[in-house]
């Protein structure tokens, strides 16, 4: 079955800092990754994904993503972090027809 | 564009009653989802629909859950007999992949069940 770990909880950095947000996937077949950013009180938004090419994915706000076929990784990144960055993170996976399989989400709080 | 919209909000019931969730997907989207979140158990896929069709509700916990997708418009999650363990955020999304191959999905704001 398709899956995604997480395996950080909790992601904690000041901003201005670079941030990694660190995800695996089990996939059998070629993987097509996802991520998406969930707010306070509010439903998922999506940021990037990874069908086929580039190994680098840029996304929305400054988000980028790197994947990495030797080590089943799709890590999320971004150069200088804000506050406003805070948020639940959830890397997801295609885990069937138009169905994707989420992650346990890692929580990002970015320090002033 | 006003995005998905669910409503209620906020949704407060007895155990034992019967709650109906409902949600407006994004004009011209032919995909429409259901997830609950729950901290214990995350975020699940309960059901989707293609072209207001049911594709795979493998997701629904139980018979107590039933969902409907009448016209492109409106979609309905229904539980009946509530119970506490249904207490969760229930979301919605809609997706527009015509060939298949998009997933990007776009949510809606949730629904709060609260069952006591």
């Known amino acids: 079955a398709q899956s995604v770990a997480q395996p950080e909880d909790q992601v904690n950095v000041a901003e201005g800092n670079p941030l990694t947000v660190k995800c695996t996937y089990s996939v059998s077949g070629n993987p097509y990754l996802f991520w998406y950013v969930q707010y306070p009180n509010r439903g998922l938004q999506f940021l990037l994904k990874?069908?086929?090419?580039?190994?680098l994915v840029k996304g929305s706000y400054g988000f980028e993503a790197e994947f990495n076929k030797s080590q089943t990784s799709f890590h999320l990144k971004k150069p200088s972090a804000l506050v406003s960055d805070s948020a639940l993170y959830f890397c997801?996976?295609?885990?069937?027809?138009?169905?994707?399989?989420f992650g346990t989400g890692t929580r990002l709080l970015v320090s002033p | 564009d006003a995005g998905v919209i669910q409503s209620p909000r906020h949704e407060v019931t007895e155990m034992g009653q019967e709650v109906t969730l409902r949600c407006k997907p994004i004009?011209?989207?032919?995909?429409l989802f259901w997830y609950r979140q729950t901290m214990m158990r995350g975020l699940e896929l309960l059901i989707y629909f293609n072209n207001n069709v049911p594709i795979d509700d493998s997701g629904m916990p139980e018979d107590r859950f039933s969902a409907k997708m009448p016209n492109a418009s409106f979609s309905t999650l229904k539980i009946q007999p509530s119970e506490p363990r249904d207490s969760a955020v229930y979301f919605c999304?809609?997706?527009?992949?015509?060939?298949?191959?998009?997933?990007?999905?776009?949510f809606g704001p949730g629904t709060r069940l609260t069952v006591t």
């Open positions: 997801a996976v295609r885990g069937g027809f138009q169905k994707l399989v």
């Open positions: 990874y069908i086929t090419g580039d190994n």
């Open positions: 004009s011209g989207h032919d995909y």
């Open positions: 999304a809609s997706s527009f992949s015509p060939s298949g191959t998009s997933y990007e999905q776009y």
